[in-house]
Every structure is written in C-alpha cells, then in structure tokens.
C-alpha cells in the first residue's frame, strides 16, 4: 500500500521538479534577470524590459526543449517494449541517423523549400525515421514472424552506414552551411522561436495520445508472443502501429531538436526504477522525465561554459552515456 502511493507521488514531483528547472532555465544564460522581472514580464509582457529575451528567446526555447524531451523519452519507452531490448532507443535503432540523412537531403536539394522549412523539415525527418524502420522490418522478419533482437542489430548498421552518408556530404558543403548543419547533428536547440513550437505541437498532440490508450498492449507484449496471442493480442499488427508511431514521434522531435540521443534510453530506465513496468503509469513518469532531463542539460549547456555555449546533445551523451555502460554491464 505504501509504495503504491509513493508511485503515485511520483509524476507530481517529477511535475513540481520540472516547473523549479522551467523557473531556472528562464534566468540562466549570457543576461541574468532577477526572478522578479522574470515574473513582471510573464505577468505584464508588454510593459517589462526583459519580455523580448524571456518570451521570444529563451521560453520558446525551454518549451521546445520539454517537448523534444517527452516525445524522444515516449519513443524510447515504446521501442524498448517492442524490440524486448532494454537497450533500445531512437538513436540506437538508426532513428535519428534516418532523420538527420533525410534532413540533410532536404537542406541540400531543395533549397527553395528553405522559406517553409518549419511545415517540410519534420516530414522529411518522419520519412528518414521511416524508411529506417521499414528496412529494419524487413530485415528482422524470420519466417513470417517478427524476430525483435534483430532490430536492435540492424540498427546499429543502420546507424553507421547513414552516418557516414552524412558525413560524405558534409564534406562538400561550404564551411558555413558545414557548422551549420555539424551543430544539428550534434543536437541543438539554439535559435529557436515559437514557430517550431508550433510546428512540432501537432504532431506530438497525435502521436502521444494514441501510444498513451496502448499501455495495455504494451504490457501483454512483455509476456511473450505466444502469451500475447493466447490473451487475443494481434502482435504483428500492434508492433507495427506501435513502431510507426514511435518513429514517428521520434523522427518530429529530432527534426527540430537536431540528432539528440540517449534520452529515450535513460528515460524509461529512470522511470522503472520510481513506478516500475505497468506502462500505464510508467509511459507519464517517462516523459516527464525526459522532459525535465533535457531541458536541464540545454540550461546547463548556455550557462555553465558562458559565453561559449554547449549542443545540448553533447551535454546529454556526456551525462547519459556512463549510465549506458552500467546497463550495458548489467545486460551481460
């Protein structure tokens, strides 16, 4: 009884936890503002000084940074559960190397579209992310059947050869449009406006309900495929819903987040250790912690190395990959 009630504690500290990081985001970075102006600019936007840097630099920017964080955080939740690998996540998987080749392309090809980047960027990303995930299908399939622990290897292939795609045309783009798209690569959430909020909010107001009425699946789905069919579950079926749309979600994110990992790996394992595995209440925990995650590594990336500032993807692999190592441990 006792931890049933400390599980449910849980999203509503995560919750006061990410409005505390909401508050110290908004004053960190090259100009400090007192906390009072920060609450006379929210309250009274047209009459404080600081409303320019508060409401169009650095909010758009902290909501942008917690919607990246819950959608990549859901992704990964959602692909540990189907591939049955405690070890997957978008980047993992390929995801984010499809995204980011498809972005690329669309950057380099279609310069024309540039003015519209924001409504045709994350289509290309879902393309990337998709494509991705249709090879990596095909390629597990043994038999007639899904075979999950092929996925998790496909796409570490997957990963490397769209890499090294990227990389080979990097180098022929001039050196600004290179720094340019090297700060994408690395996960970066610099320079953005309400725009991208707006441009990422519908997709993330589709995908996450229809993963979130899945928790019941997800939970048969761990018990094995056979279990599953036994309970009247249609595995095949409902992997490839749920694939589609956690790629997708993903792939909305990373279109304008740049190529940001290890957050839906760490996420989800963060999540279990507080509300364990029934998915319907560990997918909430998950994205919450995703976005209070994020949001305090691109807050720690503009503050800490002032006035040089940190890719938030560099910060997040600097903090996330020994947590990887230790599960990687445990795994073996």
Same mark, same amino acid.
């Given at each position: 009884?006792?931890? $049933? ?7 509503w500290?995560? +919750?006061?936890?990410?409005?505390a990081?909401?508050?110290l !985001?908004?004053?960190s970075?090259?100009?400090a503002?007192?906390? @009072? ?13 600081a409303?320019? #840097?508060? =409401? ?7 909501? +942008? ?6 959608g990549l ?13 405690p070890l997957?996540?978008?980047g993992? =998987?390929?995801i984010?190397?499809?995204? &980011?080749?498809?972005?690329m ?17 994350p ?6 992310g ?10 597990s $399939? ?7 622990p092929?996925?998790?290897?496909g796409?570490?292939?997957?990963s ?9 045309? /990097? @180098? ?9 798209v090297a700060? %994408?690569?690395? &996960?970066?959430? %610099?320079?953005?406006?309400w725009?991208q ?6 997709y ?9 009425t $899945? ?12 279990? @599953?069919?036994g ?6 079926r409902?992997r ?9 979600? /993903?792939s ?10 290890? #957050?839906?790996? #760490?996420?989800p394992?963060m999540?279990?250790k ?5 998915h ?10 995703g976005?209070l +995650?994020l949001?305090? !590594?691109?807050?720690?990336?503009? !503050? ?10 560099? #910060?997040?692999?600097?903090?996330a990959?020994?947590?990887? =190592? ?7």
């Open positions: 009884m006792k931890n $049933k009630r400390r599980r449910k504690l849980v999203p500290l995560l +919750l006061a936890a990410l409005m990081a909401v508050l !985001s908004l004053n970075g090259y100009a503002i007192p906390y @009072s102006q920060v609450v006379l600019s929210l309250l009274h936007p047209e009459d404080a000084e409303s320019v #840097v508060l =409401l169009q630099i650095r909010l758009p920017r902290i909501l +942008l940074s917690i919607l990246c964080g819950v955080a859901l992704s990964g939740c959602i692909l540990q559960a189907v591939t049955e690998n997957a996540d978008p993992i =998987l390929g984010n190397a499809g995204a &980011g080749f498809a972005v392309l669309f950057l380099t090809l279609f310069p024309s579209l540039h003015v519209s980047s924001v409504f045709y960027q289509m290309f990303a879902m393309a990337g998709l494509l991705v995930t249709a090879v990596l299908y095909i390629f $399939k043994r038999n007639g059947k899904l075979r999950p092929y996925l998790l290897l796409g570490i292939g997957m490397a050869g769209f890499s090294a795609l990227m990389l080979i045309m /990097a @180098s022929d783009m001039e050196n600004s449009s290179y720094q340019l700060r %994408w690569l690395a &996960g970066n959430i %610099w320079g953005t406006g725009h909020v707006k441009a990422l909010l519908p993330l107001l589709i995908l996450i309900p229809l993963l979130l $899945k928790s019941k699946i997800l939970d048969l789905l761990l018990l094995g495929e056979d279990t @599953s069919l309970l009247g579950v249609r595995v095949e409902e490839r819903i749920l694939l589609i749309s956690a790629v997708a979600l /993903a909305s994110c990373i279109s304008v987040s740049g190529g940001i990992g290890f #957050v839906g790996l #760490v996420a394992h999540a279990r507080f509300v364990g595995g029934r319907h209440l560990l997918m909430p925990v998950t994205m919450l912690m976005g +995650l949001l305090l !590594s691109d807050t720690m990336g503009r !503050s800490m190395f002032q006035p040089i500032e940190i890719p938030v993807g560099i #910060v997040i692999s600097v903090l990959a020994p947590y990887f =190592l230790y599960l990687l441990r445990r795994q073996t």
